[in-house]
């Protein structure tokens, strides 16, 4: 009488284990949207929101409005930028919903409080100084010596200004991702933070005036890098099997700067990504190629990084001021 019935599914447990599967799979699938640059970005954002806390006898998660409140006023009041200030948000925001909270940072009070952050902090960006090319001359000329750390330098800072790379862009090159040309070099992009789906981007650096592929030669040579990271820890004549971090590369950079005389304060990791966009401007280049060659989707983007010295260039005042 009851054959055609239906079989139960025998214990709830079993139908529940495969739900947290999927769950796992979901969150798998939403951290794989981000690029791994964010997710170590965000991971030490949550860390240092979790320090906080800690600090302040706060809990972290769930956060009340006002914890994250003050959180972002005590960020504002160590001098951080509108941009990381945003992205620790977000951090929180993302660490509230994977653990199945309601974010803190949707409430009014939190709202209010970081668009008075933007409003105070953001009327204008503070911006790196850009490393232009004569600059770049500058501090290339003070990194002397064939020691192992002055030879990758050398072609570390050149290559991020040639190939205009963000830096986690170039801490992850591996050796096949660079193929030398009869014009210069190819460098092949596996995922960058305007790829996400890693279809992959190759732009070239032309082999002119400052010899970007023989610096980048004569670091594989002396390194005997072959496979792997191109760029590499070296302290005192050991090679380390360690690829660099994007942060040891802004470090190496503000080290060489200093030590040409530079400001170490006002440069940053993309100091040599602006540098290349404001000598790109200052040559009269197409905005248009230079866009192209930061792998800019609008040209609004690429202003952005140009120094105000391009504002000048065909003045509506040139012929009578």
């Known amino acids: 009488m009851h054959d055609n019935l239906p079989t139960p599914i025998s214990g709830g447990a079993v139908a529940v284990g495969a739900l947290l599967d999927l769950d796992e799979a979901v969150r798998g699938f939403a951290a794989a949207s981000r690029s791994a640059a ?7 954002d949550w860390r240092d929101f979790e320090a906080f806390c800690l600090g302040h006898g706060l809990t972290a998660c769930p956060a009340l409005g006002l914890t994250v409140a003050r959180y972002l006023t005590h960020l504002a009041g160590l001098g951080r930028n509108v941009s990381t200030i945003n992205r620790r948000t977000a951090a929180i925001a993302l660490a ?15 709202r209010q409080v970081l668009a008075g952050i933007r409003n105070t902090l953001g009327r204008r960006p503070n ?23 002055a030879v990758r330098d050398r072609a570390l800072i050149l290559l991020a200004f040639g190939a205009a790379l ?39 650096v032309p082999d002119g005036k400052l010899k970007v592929p023989t610096a980048v030669d004569a670091w594989l040579k002396a390194s005997g890098i072959t496979e792997g990271a191109v760029f590499r820890g070296a302290d005192r004549g050991k090679l380390s099997a360690d690829r660099l971090s994007a942060g040891q590369f802004a470090r190496i950079l503000k080290s060489r700067c200093e030590a040409a005389g530079l400001d170490p304060n006002v440069i940053g990791g993309h100091s040599t990504r602006r540098g290349f966009a404001t000598s ?7 905005l248009r190629h230079t ?19 391009e504002l000048f260039r065909n003045h509506a005042g040139d012929g009578f001021l």
Do not use: C, F, W
């Open 38 to 44: 964010t997710q170590r970005a965000y991971k030490s």
């Open 96 to 110: 509230h919903r994977v653990q199945g909270h309601d974010s803190p940072t949707g409430r009014e009070d939190v």
């Open 127 to 149: 911006k790196k100084k850009a490393l232009t090319v004569d600059l770049i001359v500058q501090v290339i000329r003070k990194t002397r010596g064939q020691d192992l750390a």
């Open 166 to 204: 963000r830096r986690s862009e170039l801490v992850a090159l591996d050796v096949p991702d660079i193929e030398r040309h009869r014009k210069g070099l190819l460098i092949r992009l596996q995922r960058s933070k305007t790829d996400q789906t890693g279809k992959g981007q190759t732009i070239s």
């Open 280 to 286: 790109a401007g200052d040559a009269g280049a197409d």
């Open 291 to 309: 866009a192209r060659q930061m792998r800019h989707a609008k040209l609004e983007t690429t202003l952005g990084y140009i120094e105000d010295g």
